[in-house]
């Protein structure tokens, strides 16, 4: 018998917390490849190597196409195959392709090691994580997201941090290990023995509920969900909107993020405040995981997404004024505060818009969108400030980029199935 299923027989509480944390320790590790620990590394790898902070950034943007390609396929397999065998190999590969970074001097070398961890990061980790979340949960799903969105934002906390001090009193080159290693220690038997891909699959119920004959005693259970397939999604508009708007806000999420801790160098400030203020993103981040979880279960999640967008539109050009510590916290909060509902809130709308049944290749399908607003993001800024020597025309852009998202997003309205459609999807079911 399976680990998970002896233990959701003699676990106390609900088993799907124990899946949620299980999932939460890829999202933490992902973090190994995360755009805020790669702005630790760029300075002093253009140092070191004499590369251009284009040249080094753009490894993100490869990375973020490949990911792009790789994510339908991502999704097809979570769907195929399940959560626990994609998230294990995942971490297997993240861990080795982060310690080969260190051997990495020349770029073609750099970009092939660090674009495979980013399609780990972009893809089969986001993806697969989050669906077994949303899989187990329904009514709860604000909640658990904000709280798997949390493991990620303490990983982004710590793994710059911990990136830092390796470089300061060693090199980056160890840096690099070291973060590999972590990843294989912290996730790798967690998702491999104690994720079960549904609370059905141990005889539970979303959520905890009880069983249908309990339930018409008087016990609480889930709404009825919807269940797309696949084919139905992709006519819907909804799905379109919501993925566009993602992948415009990534965009902004990655321009500002890989180039933060120098552009707060550039800007007079020291190495050691710069990188602490990449940890103020992290640490709103997690606050923010769970105010956002807590914003989508009672506000519709075009509205969540459309707040999402305007802060972020904020935020950006306000780094521009940012030359002392106090103004670079500050902003630095903000951005990270948006940020979190950019993680938390999307894959509550997909799970909630379209149900269970096809969500990670419905997931793999959009993802893309995701992938390429971070590479194109990461390029943009760094080609601006090759041409410029400055972020500001990059930063006023991010901003009039969030202005148009949330305009577009509010049109995203759930959509409803047809009693046609109803019937079709109840019938490929069975």
């Known amino acids: ?108 070398a750099f970009y092939l090691a660090y674009g495979i961890g980013r399609v780990i990061f972009n893809s089969s980790i986001q993806i697969a994580s989050s669906v077994v979340v949303s899989r187990w949960f329904i009514r709860k799903r604000g909640r658990a997201s904000g709280l798997l969105s949390m493991t990620h934002a303490i990983g982004m906390t710590l793994f710059p ?21 972590t990843a294989w220690i912290i996730a790798l038997l967690p998702v491999s023995l104690l994720i079960a891909e549904t609370p059905e699959s141990v005889g539970l119920r979303p959520d905890g509920d009880p069983d249908h004959d309990e339930s018409e005693s008087g016990g609480s259970t ?45 800007q007079g400030l020291s190495e050691a405040i710069a990188a602490s203020a990449i940890s103020v993103t992290a640490i709103l981040m997690a606050v923010g995981s769970v105010a956002w979880g807590w914003v989508v279960e009672r506000l519709p999640a075009r509205f969540a997404l459309a707040g999402v967008a305007l ?16 103004e670079a916290y500050i902003y630095a909060g903000l951005f990270g505060f948006a940020l979190s509902g950019l993680l938390v809130v999307p894959p509550v709308a997909y799970a909630d818009y379209y149900g269970r049944r096809s969500l990670g290749t419905i997931r793999g399908i959009t993802e893309p969108f995701m992938s390429l607003g971070q590479a194109v993001g990461a390029v943009t800024s760094g080609l601006i400030y090759d041409v410029t020597d400055s972020y500001t025309i990059a930063f006023w852009t991010f901003s009039a980029i969030g202005i148009v998202t949330a305009i577009a997003v509010i049109l995203a309205r759930q959509p409803t199935q047809t009693a046609t459609t109803v019937a079709v999807t109840r019938t490929q079911i069975k």
């Open 161 to 181: 941090l911990i990136a830092s001090l390796v470089i300061l009193y060693r090199d980056y080159q160890t840096a690099w290990v070291v973060l590999g290693l």
């Open 1 to 108: 018998m399976p680990v998970a299923q002896r233990l959701s027989e003699k676990t106390p509480f609900y088993y799907g917390w124990i899946v949620l944390f299980s999932a939460g320790s890829s999202q933490f590790v992902r973090n190994a490849a995360a755009s805020l620990t790669l702005a630790v590394f760029i300075y002093p790898i253009s140092e070191e190597l004499g590369w251009s902070r284009a040249l080094i950034a753009g490894a993100a943007s490869v990375g973020g196409l490949a990911a792009s390609g790789a994510s339908p396929v991502v999704g097809w397999m979570v769907d195929k195959y399940g959560t626990r065998i994609v998230l294990t190999i995942s971490i297997l590969v993240l861990g080795l392709s982060t310690m080969s970074l260190a051997w990495a001097t020349a770029p073609i």
């Open 311 to 326: 802060i972020m539109a904020v935020a950006s050009p306000a780094f521009i004024t940012a030359d002392t510590v106090a």
């Open 222 to 266: 889930a709404p009825e969900e919807p269940a797309w397939s696949v084919r139905q999604a992709v006519r819907t508009p909804a799905l379109w909107l919501i993925a566009a708007s993602v992948g415009m806000l990534f965009i902004i999420h990655s321009g500002v993020n890989i180039h933060l801790v120098a552009y707060l160098r550039d």
